[in-house]
């Protein structure tokens, strides 16, 4: 290299102030830009998950909707109503009512007998 060439110090050229400073500005939009779409962002989040919150309620409700429908078609059958109306007391004609008392105590103590070793 020649002796001139060494000694030459490489300028470096520094931008004027007006492109610094559209710099600067443009900088600070696109900050401004990317703030305001925090909040849209934070509201679609919460949507979706609104949303998916529905669905699975939506869900349950079809299945709780499909079991009360199988009650009232259950409801439209003889059984059902001979059914509830023993459970109230009822008798049919020329049959009697017999009322056996006790039944929870019998339960328990047949447990019992079970559990306990052989003599």
């Known amino acids: 290299m020649p002796m001139a060439a060494r000694g ?3 300028t470096t050229r520094r931008s004027s102030r007006s492109a610094l400073a559209l710099r600067w500005i443009g900088g600070l939009v696109l900050l ?3 703030i305001g779409y925090v909040q849209p962002l934070r509201a ?3 949507a979706t998950a609104d949303v998916d919150a529905r669905r699975v309620e939506v869900a349950r409700l ?3 909707n499909v079991a009360l429908e199988e009650r ?4 439209a059958t003889a059984e059902f109503v001979e059914r509830e109306a023993r459970n109230l007391g009822l008798v049919k ?3 009697r009512l017999f009322i056996v008392t006790g039944i929870d105590e ?3 103590d047949r447990r019992a007998r079970a559990k306990a070793p052989l003599r």
């Not at 009232?72 to 409801?75: A, G, L, Q, V, Y």
């Open 72 to 75: 009232i078609d259950e409801t």
């Open 93 to 95: 004609p020329g049959e």
């Open 106 to 108: 019998w339960k328990h």
């Open 8 to 10: 030459r110090r490489r």
């Open 62 to 64: 079809a299945r709780v």
């Open 44 to 46: 679609y989040r919460d």
């Open 32 to 34: 401004a830009v990317a």
